[in-house]
C-alpha cells in the first residue's frame, strides 16, 4: 500500500513536471534581441526630460533605432527616420530613436544631434549607462529593430537602413 502511494506520489510529480515543461516552452515566448523574440522592455530618460519604457508604446510598430552623433550612417538615415515618423505615426507606428550615449565621445555632441535632426518629435531616448546596449547586446550602430503590435521583434537590421527599406517591413505589418 506504502509503495502504491509513492509511486502515484512520483507520477503525479513527473506529469506536473512535464506540464510545466510543455507550458512555458510553447506558451510562453522567449524574451531576446532576435527576430521572433518578444523584445526586451527597459526605461529610459528622453531628451524631454520625461522617462518612458519600450512597453509604453505597446500596441503601436515600433522601429526602434540606436544611434550615435559619431556614426556617419546614423546621420545618413536619421532624417529617413523621422519623415518616416511623420507619415506613419498616425497608422500606429512610432520611432523611437535611442542615443547610446555611453559610446558618445560627450553628451554635447549628441544632444546637438538631437537638436540638428529635430529628433524630439520622436521618443527621443538617452541610454547613459549602456543598459539597452547590454540588454539588446550591441554590436554596430547604427542597429534598427522593428517591433511588432504585439512586441515580437520582427527584424534586426545592423547597420545603415533607409525610409524604403522600412516602408516595406511597415506595410506587412499594418
Not at 43 to 72: K, R
Not at 74 to 96: A, F, R, W
Request: proline letters at 3%.
Amino acid at each position: 500500500m506504502k509503495q502504491k502511494y509513492i509511486t502515484s506520489l512520483v507520477i503525479a510529480a513527473a506529469v506536473v513536471a512535464i506540464g510545466y515543461v510543455l507550458f512555458t516552452n510553447i506558451s510562453v515566448q522567449k524574451v531576446g534581441t532576435e527576430k521572433g523574440d518578444a523584445a526586451a522592455d527597459f526605461t529610459l530618460p528622453m531628451y524631454n526630460g520625461e522617462n518612458h519604457s519600450l512597453s509604453s508604446y505597446e500596441g503601436d510598430i515600433v522601429i526602434m533605432n540606436m544611434w550615435a552623433s559619431w556614426c556617419e550612417p546614423c546621420t545618413k538615415e536619421i532624417p529617413e527616420l523621422m519623415e518616416l515618423h511623420k507619415e506613419y505615426n498616425d497608422q500606429g507606428v512610432t520611432v523611437l530613436t535611442i542615443n547610446m550615449n555611453s559610446y558618445e565621445r560627450n553628451q554635447t555632441e549628441a544632444e546637438k544631434f538631437v537638436e540638428e535632426f529635430d529628433m524630439t518629435q520622436t521618443p527621443a531616448m538617452i541610454d547613459e549607462e549602456g543598459e539597452v546596449a547590454d540588454l539588446y547586446n550591441l554590436q554596430y550602430l547604427p542597429t534598427t529593430y522593428v517591433i511588432a503590435s504585439d512586441g515580437t521583434i520582427t527584424e534586426k537590421i545592423a547597420g545603415e537602413t533607409n525610409f524604403e527599406q522600412l516602408e516595406e517591413i511597415i506595410e506587412e505589418l499594418l
